[in-house]
């Protein structure tokens, strides 16, 4: 088994940081959507402002939204580009044919792409 990129939200614009917030990343419930994110979902986030790469969990938010929560907070401020990732695991047999879902975002966080990536040629 192989860990592998299943999905990518791609240069999102952080719109909050709520550090009183148990916890968590607040994503677009169409962003998730798109990108086959769920609800309580493990994500890794990284900032492109700063270099900050942290994990959490995904919860649904309003339209446009990403807000980080709680201590990922700290991480981020509002107008930072994030890129948010999830993985799952694939058989090797699977792994040269698998195609994430990239979605890709304007400066509101709307769709602008969507899209399967490429999969990896293996020699």
Known sequence: ???????????ARVTDANIDYEGSIT???ALMEAA?????E?????????G??????????ERGEICLNGAAARLAVKGDIVIILTYCYVNDSEAGNF???LVYVDARNAIIKTKRAVGITTL
């Not at 088994?1 to 240069?11: D, E, G, Y």
């Not at 086959?36 to 309580?40: A, F």
């Not at 900050?52 to 938010?61: C, L, P, Q, S, V």
């Open 42 to 50: 493990r994500v890794e986030v990284l900032n492109i402002n700063n």
């Open 52 to 61: 900050a790469r942290f994990d959490t969990y995904a919860i649904e938010g």
């Open 99 to 101: 195609n994430p879902k």
């Open 36 to 40: 086959d994110i769920l609800p309580y």
């Open 1 to 11: 088994m192989r860990a592998m990129l299943k999905s990518k939200i791609h240069r």
């Open 27 to 29: 994503i677009d419930k």
